[in-house]
């Protein structure tokens, strides 16, 4: 059975479950705890359940699962679970991020489709315009302006580079359409 354990930081009750109990996904939740016994991350926690799995790639269903990739860089983990959790808040609100999604189609017509510079497809690239443009409000009012910024140019040299660059250079007008769309959080 994979360790799973449970506690109480800010207010949520989070569970947190390892794929197989290793010493980097030991590592990856004592350093989810720290983070999340540091930050009041309430506003931002659509779902308490996490795993870690510290050969997989980060995502949000139907499990929100983290990777040890960033052991030595909380903020960067930090931006990781906010992004997942991002996910799991447009899950719920799908119709609002379709509406975006069409607005988005008229500014940007043509995106990239694949990775390092776009998502898995046209589709998700859009999608996380929203996602990305969310985590930089909510890293902003976490960690400060600077810091944020730094972060996005962080994650913008691995993955989503044209969409976290999107969201840095155009973050009013990914911004409108995020607001006008009802998907502020």
């Known amino acids: 059975m994979d360790p799973v354990e449970s506690f109480e930081a800010k207010g949520t009750t989070w569970t947190i479950q390892q794929a ?3 010493e980097q996904e030991n590592q990856a939740v004592q350093q989810l705890r720290r983070i999340l016994e ?3 991350l309430s506003k931002w926690t ?3 359940v996490v795993r870690i799995d510290a050969q997989d790639i980060p995502h949000s269903h139907p499990v929100l699962t983290m990777n040890a990739n960033y052991l030595d860089r ?3 983990a930090l931006a990781v679970l906010l992004n997942e959790e991002i996910h799991w808040r447009l899950s719920a609100r799908i119709e609002h991020a379709k509406k975006a999604i069409a607005e988005f189609r ?3 017509p043509a995106v990239p489709s694949a990775p390092p510079e776009g998502a898995r497809d046209e589709y998700s690239t859009y999608l996380h315009l929203i996602v990305n443009y969310l ?3 909510a890293l902003q009012q976490i960690l400060g302006e600077d810091d944020a910024r730094s972060i996005l140019e962080l994650e913008g040299q691995k993955r989503y580079r044209w969409i976290y660059g999107k969201v840095l250079d155009d973050t009013n007008k990914i911004g409108s359409v995020v607001m006008n769309s009802g998907l502020l959080i």
């Open 38 to 40: 540091r930050y009041n």
């Open 20 to 22: 197989t109990g290793t």
């Open 46 to 48: 659509f779902t308490a």
């Open 74 to 76: 909380d903020e960067l």
């Open 106 to 108: 008229r500014i940007y």
């Open 135 to 137: 985590e930089y409000l």
